[in-house]
């Protein structure tokens, strides 16, 4: 297949790249700053940026996957509030004008969502939700819908669109920083983690099953945060000592109904399996 992706130098991005090579994909990553990704990638994989005009090169992209967007993992001041929203939302007018002027005409488009479209500003999480549950209330979860119904530009052109509402994705760098600067949500809440592996094995399943709207992409096993933090987090007294982003605040015990029912076989569903994943 002939893949763009847009955001395809971040975590879920180079993991998904490296994934998609190996099965000799053609692969076009589309970056702002193509030059200081040039020898990150092999042969399979080709940088452009956002001027660039070759239909040779791009005319027989049949898949697009949006994967950009500013992090969430930090201080939320207004300036980094614009930066996550524009980076969603603004972007995907600025895809869709590139993809025209390059005679692109994808048969689908991935886009990266998350499961704080469900978040509330009370922080009250008494039920469970799945993909058939309403939005939120708070910033994370206006900025989760807007950035799904952007995508609507492509839908209204006949082209298949994805969304993934990813969790907390689990890398080995993420398990390192959280074990000695550990997060602690309220106990009874739910921590929607999910493996990079199975963000790969989704992405990669949606690309040739017929499947589109919003998936859950968390783990179906579900734990909440206080196991969470008893099995990464080996001391006690370690803790609790550094403040979080709504993200980790997440409470909400989220089910992966559509994902399960599409038959998207997980490859890692238990937080031990994960964890001892990274100490191979």
């Not at 002027?101 to 978040?119: C, D, E, R, T, W």
């Not at 609507?152 to 000695?180: A, P, Q, S």
């Not at 007294?237 to 998207?264: A, D, H, Q």
Request: proline share 4%; net charge positive; hydrophobic share 40%.
């Amino acid at each position: 297949m002939n893949i763009l992706i847009v955001g395809g130098t971040g975590t879920i991005g180079t993991k998904l790249v490296e994934s998609l090579s190996k099965k000799d994909h053609h692969i076009v990553l589309l970056s702002r700053n193509p030059k200081k990704y040039s020898k990150k990638f092999d042969e399979n994989v080709s940088l452009v940026d956002w001027n660039t005009n070759n239909s040779d090169l791009l005319k027989d992209i049949n898949i697009v996957i949006k994967l950009s967007g500013e992090s969430v993992m930090q201080i939320w001041t207004k300036k980094i509030k614009k930066k996550i929203k524009s980076s969603r939302i603004d972007i995907t007018k600025d895809l869709k004008n590139f993809l025209e002027m390059n005679h692109i005409k994808p048969q689908m488009l991935i886009n990266a969502s998350a499961v704080g479209f469900y978040a509330r500003k009370d922080a009250v999480y008494r039920e469970s939700v799945d993909e058939f549950s309403p939005n939120g209330d708070t910033f994370l979860a206006d900025v989760c819908k807007l950035n799904e119904e952007s995508c609507d530009i492509f839908t209204k052109e006949g082209i298949r669109v994805v969304n993934l509402r990813i969790g907390v994705v689990l890398t080995k760098e993420f398990y390192n920083l959280v074990r000695f600067f550990p997060h602690m949500g309220a106990k009874n809440h739910f921590f929607p983690w999910i493996h990079i592996d199975d963000v790969v094995g989704f992405i990669e399943f949606s690309m040739t099953h017929n499947i589109k709207g919003p998936f859950n992409l968390v783990s179906p096993n579900p734990i909440t945060h206080q196991d969470f933090n008893s099995i990464v987090i080996p001391v006690y007294f370690l803790r609790n000592i550094i403040p979080m982003t709504e993200m980790l605040e997440y409470g909400y015990k989220t089910i992966p109904k559509r994902t399960l029912e599409s038959g998207y076989q997980f490859k890692c569903i238990d937080l031990k399996d994960a964890i001892a994943s990274f100490k191979k």
